[in-house]
């Protein structure tokens, strides 16, 4: 009739693999565009600026 407490609770959550997927999906992005990038261009891109930054912060909540 009723579902056990504990799957209602977990029926919400994320699985493990998609914490990783999001962690790699973000290590992805940073070595794409910090190959051969100089701090000097980074500092003149506000996109680049905002997104490391970001990814950082989603790397840090995966995990």
């Known amino acids: 009739m009723?579902?056990?407490?504990w799957k209602v609770r977990?029926?919400?959550v994320k699985s493990d693999e998609?914490?990783?997927k999001h962690i790699l999906d973000e290590i992805g992005f940073l070595k794409t565009y910090?190959?051969?990038?100089?701090l000097e261009d980074l500092m003149k891109n506000e996109i680049l600026k905002r997104a490391f930054p970001r990814s950082i912060?989603?790397?840090g909540e995966a995990s």
């Open 34 to 38: 910090c190959r051969n990038l100089e």
């Open 10 to 12: 977990l029926s919400g």
């Open 57 to 59: 912060e989603i790397i």
């Open 18 to 20: 998609v914490f990783i």
């Open 2 to 5: 009723f579902a056990p407490m």
